[in-house]
């Protein structure tokens, strides 16, 4: 169709792989839902996390199921000319990855550090810089933070 009905369509199997429920699913009320409805606004109201596969959902990956559920609702917006490009949803799925890497990575020092009285490193959250187009200088920077 086009590149950003392809974007909303990626959306709808982003969320169905984090919540582990197909694009029209029954409730808890044996009633069809859909899910690129029900989980935006859910996740406008702050309570998408019950939405979400339980087996995934531990403390360290919060924040990147938020993440990724902010992506998810981005690429779900009505109006196409609002969702990103997939160029876009590429690079911001890069630097989550990143990031989460850098973080885990940080922490394992830390982890490290701590048993052997070195100073511990920062670990960088992940936040606003994953959100738009970036280029490498941006993530030096914001790893540099």
Do not use: W
Request: net charge negative; aromatic share 6%.
């Amino acid at each position: 169709l086009t590149d950003k009905s392809d974007v909303y369509s990626f959306g709808v199997v982003l969320l169905e792989l984090m919540t582990r429920k197909r694009a029209i699913y029954t409730d808890n009320f044996n009633e069809k839902e859909s899910l690129s409805y029900s989980f935006p606004l859910m996740f406008h109201r702050k309570t998408h996390h019950v939405m979400l596969d339980s087996e995934i959902t531990d403390d360290a990956g919060m924040v990147v199921l938020g993440n990724m559920g902010e992506l998810a609702v981005h690429c779900l917006s009505q109006r196409g000319d609002d969702r990103p490009t997939m160029k876009e949803v590429a690079e911001r799925l890069d630097m989550m990855r990143r990031l989460y890497s850098h973080a885990t990575s940080a922490c394992e020092h830390n982890c490290f550090a701590r048993s052997y009285g070195a100073s511990p490193s920062v670990a960088v959250p992940l936040n606003e810089t994953t959100r738009g187009t970036i280029d490498m200088s941006e993530l030096v920077e914001d790893l540099a933070r």
